[in-house]
């Protein structure tokens, strides 16, 4: 005769299947913060800035000229599209999507002062600028909006490393507020986390972490990059694409779990994420 089961048993192991099927449909569920998702070769080596949408990631490559922005398929990495940095321009710091079809980006070397840049997301036809006079953008550059809420483009966010500052303007230009942040990081590109509103930058002054930071400058999360050197974010929907620079290896952009981050759970229970709660 076999062992009796009783209803509370029955019911918690249907209550677990559940749970663990949940799982198995839901794996992003149960995911940390920075857990990669997928991974694939940059189009050309020192992918300094990035940018995206729900189907596309834009790729700025460094090093020697001629300067090229690249669209590469969210899927698979697959080359989509490339356009060269239009007129005096040159070297791009921080690079930022506007839904809608526009990229943003900074250029500090252009006779000062720095400029911001909008392009055509698909072409690179030269849209409007505007001058930065509070820093130099060695940084990034990010567009604070959201593609669930059309037309929502609030503000334009820019950083720096010298000094070590952030700053939102109007699309016109137009400064909207400032904030240092701790001088023994090195911000890059920004991240606008639209869920959370969060900015999340990559250090890459040797840390090899990602950090979440509030508009008003308090770091409330980072994680460990998945390779080393990173330089290029960008988030969409509850993931960040990151890309990383090594010395003497292949260049790579990542998507990695960005989950909203929660003060009340124990960063211990938080894998690879060390939360900064403040």
């Given at each position: 005769?076999?062992?009796?089961?009783?209803?509370?048993h029955s019911?918690?192991?249907?209550?677990?299947?559940?749970?663990?099927?949940w799982?198995?449909?839901?794996?992003?569920?149960?995911a940390?913060?920075?857990?990669v998702?997928?991974?694939?070769r940059?189009?050309?080596?020192?992918?300094?800035?990035?940018?995206?949408?729900?189907?596309?990631?834009?790729v700025?490559s460094?090093?020697?000229?001629?300067?090229?922005?690249w669209?590469?398929?969210?899927?698979n990495?697959?080359?989509?599209?490339s356009?060269?940095?239009?007129?005096?321009y040159?070297?791009?710091?921080?690079?930022?999507?506007?839904?809608?079809g526009?990229?943003?980006?900074?250029?500090?070397?252009?006779?000062?002062?720095?400029?911001?840049?909008?392009?055509?997301?698909?072409?690179?036809?030269?849209?409007?600028?505007?001058?930065?006079?509070?820093?130099?953008?060695?940084g990034?550059?990010?567009?604070?909006?959201?593609?669930?809420?059309?037309?929502?483009?609030?503000?334009?966010?820019?950083?720096?490393?010298?000094?070590?500052?952030?700053?939102?303007?109007?699309?016109?230009g137009?400064?909207l507020?400032?904030?240092?942040?701790?001088?023994?990081l090195?911000?890059?590109?920004?991240?606008?986390?639209?869920?959370?509103?969060?900015?999340?930058?990559?250090?890459?002054?040797?840390?090899?972490?990602?950090?979440?930071?509030?508009?008003?400058?308090?770091?409330?999360?980072?994680?460990?990059?998945p390779?080393?050197?990173p330089?290029?974010?960008?988030?969409?929907?509850?993931?960040l694409?990151?890309?990383?620079?090594?010395?003497?290896?292949?260049?790579?952009?990542?998507?990695?779990?960005?989950?909203?981050?929660?003060?009340?759970?124990a960063?211990?229970?938080?894998?690879?994420v060390?939360a900064?709660?403040?």
């Open positions: 005769m076999g062992k009796k089961i009783s209803r509370k019911v918690t192991g249907r209550v677990l299947a559940v749970v663990i099927l799982a198995a449909v839901n794996p992003a569920a149960f940390a913060l920075g857990d998702v997928q991974s694939f940059a189009p050309r080596e020192k992918p300094y800035a990035l940018a995206a949408d729900e189907s596309n990631v834009y700025y460094g090093g020697l000229g001629p300067f090229y922005i669209r590469l398929a969210a899927s990495g697959s080359i989509a599209g356009f060269q940095v239009p007129g005096p040159g070297a791009v710091y921080g690079l930022g999507y506007e839904y809608g526009y990229l943003w980006f900074g250029n500090p070397e252009v006779l000062p002062p720095a400029h911001v840049i909008k392009l055509d997301a698909e072409t690179g036809s030269f849209i409007s600028s505007f001058p930065v006079y509070e820093h130099t953008l060695w990034g550059v990010d567009c604070q909006g959201n593609p669930n809420v059309p037309g929502s483009l609030t503000a334009i966010i820019t950083s720096d490393w010298n000094p070590f500052w952030f700053s939102r303007y109007t699309p016109a137009s400064l507020g400032s904030f240092r942040y701790d001088s023994t090195v911000l890059r590109d920004i991240g606008w986390d639209y869920v959370d509103n969060l900015i999340w930058s990559p250090d890459s002054h040797g840390s090899d972490y990602v950090y979440g930071l509030t508009t008003r400058g308090s770091i409330v999360a980072s994680f460990e990059a390779d080393e050197s330089f290029g974010c960008a988030y969409v929907g509850g993931y694409w990151l890309s990383t620079t090594p010395y003497g290896r292949d260049h790579y952009i990542w998507r990695v779990h960005c989950p909203t981050p929660n003060p009340a759970v960063p211990a229970s938080l894998g690879k060390k900064l709660f403040r």
